[in-house]
């Protein structure tokens, strides 16, 4: 029978200790990378996270071309990007949530807790669908579909791109692709003046470049 | 409405002949001026290959930037088996401060639409596309009355010139970030897609809008052709040089006008700039921007370079947009030169990632020398960094952007270094300036101390 643990005084200490001993006479397990290549699992596909630059800005440019290849649609960004550009991910938080939620039932049948989540609002999809119907289904015609469903929601919906992509058949990731390059098309309420004027502050409009370049041409300071 | 400068006796004037006209979409003045000849001459008497022969011979290149010949993209697009060509006019003028093509539009629609027309036959493709920038409201406005004009004579439509040819036109306003322009890019816009750049080849002529034979071509490019196959190849070829005929708009910001202008490719440089005036009292010619946001900052020295597509880029600018900006002593090259690889920085697509990160770290680069904060190196980087991305993206946005800061590099190496190793603005522009150290000196992270780049690496990064 073995002396239980907690009855002699000091046995935990003496224990911690013994490893530590251990580990510290232990060889160096650091490797010299990259002189020499690390060992790693080969299902390993580096670190999986957005980097930020010293201005707090994310370096990923949303060029979107990682979350086109992804076949399962699994990659999600999030954030302020390079260009100053809001919602770089697929939509507010709680799609999140929502995806998050969406992706463990389908792997376990079972839903996780998740306090982030909250249940997307009700959506009005008619009228997308009347959008669709005028245009067809059509992906060929996205911008145009992108435009009727700014005017009539005054921007575009989280929701309402997924509606377009399902019925149309092409990718969310496209769809929002197409969505970020024009400029005339938004995520947010109109509403949202304070962010637009901040993302024009940061993205350089013609107009400020066209100022910026006739003061720099005469030398003024900046 | 953009002004069009003054020019001397004598200059020929293709592009913006009918500048003067009191209203340009007026198609009885437009047709009393020759408009129509040519697309009837293509149609009636040459047939699509003596067509595409006719513009060979006069030697035609593409006024978008590149100068690529224009009969061989039309040669290509014709001899490609198809089904559907496309023709689409490249209006869309990416440098916000050019407006060479939209005062084309506005002054000349109907040459544009014969251009177009002339195009469309010679490939043999019924629909074809004009687009134009959404923000040009009034070269949009009188482009399109051109064609609902000409459609509503028969000129172009179901039925051109009794001939029972067919040749839809569109005009297409779009709207996006300077990236656009880039001929790929828009086939792409007008697809209603995201603009990004396509891998080439397959090149847009064999393979472009909705996979169909597309030409591509810049506005002036086409507003030439009706005027060649009026006045004959012969006309054209003996206007500008042997190599790059005929004429081309440019935009000039001179000392005291600012304006587009009709000039003879091959022209030199001093004369251009002298369309916008001497310098001002006590001021002289420091720099000339030649080719927009991706120029190059040339020297007085240069002022003798003819304009054309390769005496331009062997002096480190280019054609590019047909600006043409000058500045003065009062101006420091450095801050120039990091404003536009900003802005090139900022308008990279992102597809390919030595233009998206190495033209940043470019910027970043020029910022650091126009704040006193270079570290030790950061001119050798520049050149390799340059050397490295030049070549590697899939449209050629990413060798221009480096032009700014290597053109400012290679003739402005006394006024880089000023602030490389000493920190301070001869032109007293950029802050902060000297603060009596060497640059190396007061930065932590620098690799030993700041010396001049060996001219052998700046070469190879010109080269
Ligand atoms: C970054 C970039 C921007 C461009 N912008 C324009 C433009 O605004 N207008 C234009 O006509 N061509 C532009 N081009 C050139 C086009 O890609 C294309 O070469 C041109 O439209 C072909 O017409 P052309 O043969 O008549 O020159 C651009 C090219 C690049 C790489
Ligand atoms: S070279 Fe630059 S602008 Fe061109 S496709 Fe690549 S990333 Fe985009
Ligand atoms: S750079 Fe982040 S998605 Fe491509």
């Not at chain 1, 921007?155 to 377009?164: F, G, S």
């Not at chain 2, 198609?27 to 040459?46: K, M, N, S, T």
Request: with cysteine; proline share 7%; glycine share 10%.
């Amino acid at each position: 029978m073995s002396v239980l643990p907690g009855l002699v005084p000091g046995l935990g200490l003496v224990k911690g200790m013994a490893l530590t001993l251990r580990r510290f006479f232990a060889p160096k397990a650091t490797v010299r990378y990259p002189e020499m290549p690390a060992d790693v699992a080969t299902k390993f596909r580096g670190r999986l996270q957005l980097l930020y630059d010293e201005h707090g800005l994310l370096k990923c440019e949303t060029c979107f071309q990682c979350a086109q290849a992804c076949p399962i649609e699994c990659i999600d960004m999030g954030g302020l990007d390079t260009k100053g550009r809001f919602h770089v991910h697929w939509g507010p938080p709680e799609t999140y949530g929502e995806r998050r939620e969406e992706s463990a039932l389908r792997r376990s049948g079972r839903t996780v807790p998740d306090p982030a989540y909250v249940h997307f609002v009700p959506f009005d999809l008619a009228t997308v669908d009347e959008i669709l119907e005028a245009h067809n289904h059509d992906p060929k015609h996205m911008l145009r579909i992108l435009e009727a469903t700014q005017a009539a929601f005054g921007h575009l919906p989280v929701a309402a791109m997924k509606r377009i992509s399902e019925r149309t058949g092409a990718w969310y990731a496209t769809i929002y692709g197409t969505a970020t390059y024009y400029g005339h098309l938004r995520f947010e309420p109109p509403g949202a003046a304070a962010q637009a004027a901040e993302v024009s502050a940061r993205r350089p409009s013609d107009d400020t470049y066209l100022a910026a370049l006739g003061a720099s041409v005469v030398g003024r300071r900046r | 409405m953009t002004a069009i400068l003054p020019r001397p006796r004598g200059w020929p004037s293709i592009l913006l002949a009918r500048a003067r006209a009191a209203d340009p979409t007026d198609l009885d003045a437009a047709l009393a001026a020759g408009a129509f000849e040519g697309l009837r001459r293509a149609i009636r008497q040459l047939g699509p290959a003596a067509t595409i022969a006719e513009v060979e011979a006069s030697g035609l290149r593409g006024r978008g930037g590149a100068g690529h010949r224009t009969a061989a993209k039309w040669r290509a697009a014709a001899s490609t088996p198809a089904r559907i060509r496309y023709v689409v006019a490249n209006g869309y003028g990416a440098d916000p401060g050019a407006s060479t093509d939209r005062t084309l539009l506005e002054t000349d629609p109907y040459a544009v639409v014969e251009g177009v027309a002339i195009a469309a036959f010679a490939v043999g493709a019924e629909e074809a596309f004009i687009s134009v920038r959404t923000t040009a409201t009034e070269a949009l406005r009188r482009i399109q009355a051109a064609v609902d004009t000409a459609s509503s004579r028969n000129f172009i439509g179901d039925d051109v010139l009794g001939s029972g040819v067919r040749i839809e036109i569109e005009v297409r306003p779009v709207q996006g970030a300077y990236m656009l322009g880039e001929e790929t890019v828009l086939l792409k816009a007008l697809d209603g897609k995201r603009g990004q750049p396509e891998q080439r080849p397959p090149h847009p002529a064999t393979r472009g809008f909705r996979d169909a034979p597309t030409v591509i071509q810049n506005v002036q490019t086409l507003a030439a052709v009706p005027w060649i196959l009026r006045k004959g190849a012969a006309a054209f070829a003996a206007i500008g040089t042997e190599d790059a005929p005929g004429t081309i708009l440019v935009d000039v910001r001179g000392h005291q006008r600012s304006g587009v202008a009709e000039v003879q490719l091959g022209t030199p440089l001093r004369d251009i700039v002298a369309l916008g005036g001497r310098p001002r009292p006590r001021r002289s010619l420091k720099a000339v921007l030649v080719g927009g946001p991706t120029g190059g900052i040339l020297p007085a020295a240069a002022l003798d370079t003819p304009y054309t597509f390769e005496a331009l880029r062997g002096a480190g600018a280019h054609v590019g947009s047909g600006s043409v900006i000058v500045a003065d002593d009062r101006a420091c090259v450095v801050d120039l030169g990091r404003l536009l690889t900003r802005y090139s920085a900022d308008e990279a697509c992102g597809k390919t990632i030595p233009c998206r990160i190495g033209v940043r770290r470019i910027a970043e680069i020029g910022e650091r020398l126009t704040t006193g904060t270079s570290r030790a190196g950061d001119l050798e980087l520049l050149t390799d960094l340059a050397a490295d991305v030049v070549g590697s993206g899939l449209c050629d946005h990413e060798r221009l952007a480096t032009l700014p800061m290597l053109s400012g590099l290679r003739y402005f190496r006394d006024e880089v270094d000023a602030h490389y190793l000493r920190g301070e603005c001869p032109a007293g522009v950029c802050r902060p300036i000297s603060l009596g150290v060497p640059a190396a000196a007061r930065t932590t992270r620098g690799r030993g101390a700041a010396r001049p780049v060996p001219s052998t690496t700046a070469a190879r990064a010109q080269a």
